[in-house]
């Protein structure tokens, strides 16, 4: 009888594990690669092109390739988070003064891309892969950083108020935190006026390019959410921008979109699908859309009419972070 309960005990516990929201998180990310998604925003170059040249005056060159270039200092010892393709192998090709790369992720999926990134380049350098949950780990024993680079990361974070005084705390005196971000509404909880729209856009657009023009509401959002798979999606996004600005010193804030195209796209996983996606991407209808509404995107967030959703920062440290 001893024996069996022991079992039992160990089976509970392992249950537990499996239905948490941390190994659901690092499952999700496991086999999900967004950059390989053809309804996700950021994907359709005709928006992408838009909005870099918005922002660094090129449409082929990105904010992170602009911020590399201008970076006082050296990039030295880097902490990443989210970003298993871009910034810091940019700044190790570019600038040749990147020390060392601590990466840090649930997934161990997204350690395996990392892992592809450093050997795809030959970094020269120690290139550290820890699999933790950011919400928990205990940062002071990394030791300090030169640079912090987050990539998509923080709006799946929820103990903002433990992870960012430790963050500030890592930073060197001078060092710099590159944050590039989703801040929009939490669990993807979008509100009017964005829902207006966007249902103006499905009754208004081309037919090729609309499979179904069914009004969308705050319920279908909250089904996609519930449905991603991932229980860490955008689960304080809404608090994002307050908490960042609250525990470090705020240097450069430049909004690149989404509030919009975000969810619109979202659509083409609702049930019933409203967009032929492969139309949008292969027509000259598409083609056509997709630079009106992200030119109407823009206008309508540089008015002020719309939020900012998506989020470039630059940060510096604190010199007495709040809440501590």
């Given at each position: 009888m001893k024996i069996i309960n022991f079992i039992i005990r160990v089976l509970k516990r392992i249950f537990r594990v499996f239905l948490s929201d941390r190994y659901k998180t690092a499952q999700h990310w496991d086999q999900t690669d967004s950059a390989a998604s053809s309804e996700y925003w950021w994907n359709f170059k005709i928006i992408r092109g838009f909005i870099q040249k918005e922002i660094t005056g090129d449409a082929?060159?990105?904010?992170?390739?602009?911020?590399?270039?201008?970076?006082?200092?050296?990039?030295?010892?880097?902490?990443?988070?989210?970003?298993?393709?871009g910034m810091v192998?940019?700044?190790f090709i570019k600038r040749k003064d990147?020390?060392?790369?601590?990466?840090l992720n649930i997934s161990k999926g997204e350690g395996i891309r990392f892992k592809n990134l450093v050997e795809k380049h030959n970094f020269s350098i120690p290139c550290p892969f820890i699999q933790a949950d950011a919400n928990t780990f205990d940062y002071s024993s990394l030791g300090s950083f030169d640079t912090i680079i987050d990539v998509g990361a923080f709006h799946h974070f929820e103990n903002f108020e433990f992870i960012f005084p430790q963050l500030n705390d890592l930073?060197?005196?001078g060092g710099i935190m590159y944050v590039d971000e989703y801040v929009g509404p939490s669990k993807l909880k979008f509100e009017r006026p964005v829902i207006d729209i966007i249902n103006d856009w499905l009754t208004s657009l081309p037919g090729e390019l609309i499979a179904c023009s069914k009004p969308v509401t705050r319920r279908d959002y909250k089904k996609i959410w519930q449905q991603c798979g991932d229980p860490?999606?955008?689960?304080?996004?809404?608090?994002l921008d307050t908490m960042l600005r609250r525990y470090f010193e705020l240097v450069e804030a430049v909004s690149f979109g989404g509030t919009l195209l975000q969810p619109f796209f979202f659509t083409s996983n609702m049930i019933p699908c409203r967009l032929n996606i492969e139309n949008?991407?292969?027509?000259?209808?598409?083609?056509?859309?997709?630079e009106r509404l992200v030119r109407t995107e823009s206008e309508l967030i540089n008015s002020g009419?719309?939020?900012?959703?998506y989020m470039y920062y630059i940060f510096k440290k604190?010199?007495?972070?709040h809440g501590n």
């Open positions: 082929f060159q990105t904010w992170h390739q602009k911020k590399i270039s201008e970076k006082p200092g050296t990039f030295g010892r880097v902490l990443a988070f989210g970003d298993g393709y192998a940019e700044a990147v020390k060392e790369i601590v990466y930073l060197k005196p860490s999606e955008g689960i304080r996004s809404g608090d949008w991407h292969r027509t000259d209808a598409g083609r056509s859309e997709l009419e719309i939020q900012k959703d604190r010199a007495r972070a």
